[in-house]
């Protein structure tokens, strides 16, 4: 068995195409959707996310600006300008991209987020809807990635056994409850580095999300046959003295999966897709 391939690109590029239209409307009705982006410091890997994700905003038609803070500015700095953008009316919607250097609290920026212009979806406002089961507002972008890529293998994902493994905030737990929620109907099990035997909890699942930024964690001979499975990280290595792009998941469970995402070219050009989409879904919900 070969794993058909779960195309992040092409599924971000036909949400993208969606997308345009829906930023004309709101276009011609209040000016471009606006979505801010904050960098702090010079993470090199941060500015390649948020030029893709600025490039985006460019093809679909949203407004896109960007501020640079150097890495020995004041938490307070930042503070300051998130209050500034959260009473601009011209702006829909406020992402502040991770990591942040040492002395800053994500959690607290993420709290300081205007929840209706919280695209990222991070906020407990927004987190809190989901367990509500409240799916019309902003979801986490990389937890909703990972149904969407789901639901387009055409699989029946109702009371299959799906494994999350990670339990971030910003992926595993929410990935998890997503997978729960009525429609989906996956049985949910999310392991984490106190589980034990993980190699039978994969064996024994026919869904797997890997999201613990670990290359190669999940072994090929983990993943039982036909199973499908979406993998989150995205790590590099090196091989050969060149840098490497992997994921959390060996790739020779390719050929025992029978849906499997490419790293690169899976879940991250469909988390930007779904960043898109909460930004028009922001705009949408201003007047």
Not at 3 to 17: M, Y
Not at 64 to 74: A, G, Q
Not at 206 to 211: G, N, P, R, S, Y
């Amino acid at each position: 068995m070969t794993a058909q391939l779960i195309d992040g690109k092409a599924l971000g590029a036909a949400i993208e195409r969606g997308l345009k239209a829906d930023a004309e409307e709101i276009g011609g009705r209040r000016g471009a959707p606006h979505l801010v982006v904050i960098i702090v410091g010079d993470d090199a890997a941060s500015h390649v996310y948020v030029r893709n994700k600025q490039r985006a905003c460019e093809r679909i038609g949203i407004k896109s600006t960007r501020y640079d803070l150097p890495r020995s500015c004041d938490p307070e700095d930042l503070m300051e300008l998130i209050e500034r953008l959260n009473e601009d009316e011209e702006v829909d919607g406020i992402l502040v991209q991770s990591p942040l250097p040492p002395g800053f609290d994500e959690v607290m920026v993420t709290e300081a987020i205007d929840p209706r212009k919280d695209v990222d979806g991070f906020h407990p406002v927004n987190l809190g809807r989901i367990v509500t089961g409240k799916l019309d507002g902003l979801l986490p972008c990389t937890p909703s990635a990972v149904i969407r890529m789901l639901e387009s293998t055409g699989e029946a994902l109702s009371g299959k056994r799906a494994l999350v493994v990670g339990r971030s905030r910003i992926v595993g737990m929410p990935a998890a409850l997503l997978l729960a929620q009525r429609g989906v109907d996956a049985t949910v099990t999310i392991s984490h580095s106190k589980s034990q035997d993980l190699r039978r909890l994969c064996l024994e699942s026919d869904i797997i999300v890997a999201a613990v930024g670990r290359p190669g964690m999940i072994e090929a001979d983990w993943v039982a046959p036909g199973a499908i499975v979406i993998d989150v990280g995205i790590n590099r290595i090196s091989v050969d003295g060149a840098g490497k792009l992997v994921g959390d998941v060996e790739e020779g469970a390719f050929e025992r999966a029978s849906w499997m995402t490419p790293v690169p070219g899976g879940v991250g050009p469909m988390t930007i897709a779904m960043l898109m989409s909460n930004t028009i879904r922001a705009a949408s919900m201003r007047p």
